[in-house]
């Protein structure tokens, strides 16, 4: 949930996620996510989200348990709804699907975390995280 203070919109929202895999042995994992985001406020519009993320990935051990990698790869897709209400216009309800694909790896090194992650979708993007495992 959120609002921006002042807005006479916000935005709600949902998800459920289902580890589809997780064995420990092979350091092997799957996952899937269900999610949503409605806008709420404006009387005279509705605005929702839907999502839908498949994730795997594989942990190996590069040195001890001090360094480890983890290459893995998602695909989501999502459909945008909206219906305008007003009687002030009249505009056609639109219905937008997308999709995307991304590959990246993981490096832990001790309680460190180094990422990149490529996304391919209409605009290609590559990102570097860096992050702290307490």
């Known amino acids: 949930w959120t609002k921006s203070p002042g ?3 916000g935005f709600y929202g949902g998800q459920v996620q289902y580890n589809l895999v997780n064995d420990p042995a092979k350091k092997y994992a799957a996952s899937a996510r269900l999610s949503f985001v409605s806008l709420y ?11 839908l993320d498949l994730m795997a990935s594989k942990t190996y051990s590069v040195w001890s348990d ?3 990698m983890s290459p893995y790869a998602s695909v989501s897709t999502y459909l945008a709804r909206s219906h305008e209400k007003s009687a002030v216009v009249e505009l056609e309800d639109e219905n937008m699907l997308g999709a995307q694909a991304s590959v990246g790896a993981v490096t832990q090194i001790s309680f460190a ?3 990149v992650e490529y996304n391919l979708a209409r605009i290609n993007t590559l990102s570097f995280k ?4 307490f």
């Open 66 to 68: 001090r360094i480890s």
């Open 113 to 115: 975390r180094i990422a």
């Open 7 to 9: 807005a006479n919109y």
């Open 41 to 51: 406020g404006p009387k005279d519009v509705d605005f929702t989200v839907y999502g």
């Open 130 to 133: 860096l992050g702290v495992n």
